[in-house]
């Protein structure tokens, strides 16, 4: 029993809820309904997921460190528990202030300083809302230049939302790269995924909202007439364009969802602004 006074579930606590493991960011006291508890999901079907509780109305939990059971890692070289260690890492934030590339030597890549210019360059703060040209020849990584840009935003919590649009023809190759390299998941959305959405999610809500990391093919989005009310009340924290010389031709469906994708009041070009863009010339095969 908890002291008058003290906090029974403080920031940073483990708490079961509704047989889903949650981890508690704030708690404060109600009149009638106990302590309200904003809380992120843990466990997988919740995994970061929002969500409020209140002690008095839902049975909340307290999960006691000390009852954690050890469990013997017998993989080969303890490849689970490194690969568990690495995923802590990765989520582990670094302050907004660090600008050395965390990630640069922990991927499937040559350390390549031109690859690792674009993530620099992101990183600089000589733009609070840097936009960036990747215009390599084919073959020299471009993914991959935007894969270790978009990992370190994100060691940063700056890559909370993210959203992806390629062409059809390469939007499985570019998801597969995202996710084995640099552990980015991204969900593959078509125009019956969004369809389905909107089934399941209140009326009114903008299906672009359900999912924080988005891919989806410029063929799904350019359709401007549909999804426009939708991706103009939207914010990414990133924005990718794959094969940005496609939206060049004024007056075309595609430089028309560009334009939404930025800030209305900018043309759209290699040099239109999201909050942070990358876009690439042709990527390689």
Known sequence: ??????????????????????????????????EKIEALGVSEFVRDEEAVFFSGIDAVELLDPEKTRLVSDTSSYFRRARLFL???????PLPQSERGLALADRFLLDPL?????PAELALSMRNLRPRLLIADVVGLGKTLEIGLTLAELIRRGRGERILVVTPQSVLEQFQHELWTR??????RLDSLGLQRIQREIPAGRNPFTHYKRVIISVDTL?????????????RWDAV???????????????RALAEILAPARMPCSSRARPRTTATSAPSPT
């Open 1 to 34: 029993m908890a002291e008058q006074g003290e906090n029974r579930y403080p920031p940073g606590a483990q708490i079961l809820v509704r047989d889903e493991q949650w981890l508690v960011r704030n708690s404060m006291p109600t009149d009638h309904d106990g």
């Open 86 to 92: 690495e995923a802590v890492i990765r989520k582990t």
């Open 113 to 117: 300083a031109y690859q690792q210019r």
């Open 182 to 187: 640099f552990a980015i998941p991204l969900v």
């Open 222 to 234: 350019k359709n401007i007439g549909q999804y426009r009310h939708h991706l103009e009340r939207i």
């Open 240 to 254: 990718v364009i794959d094969e940005s010389h496609n939206l060049i031709n004024a007056g075309s469906q595609r």
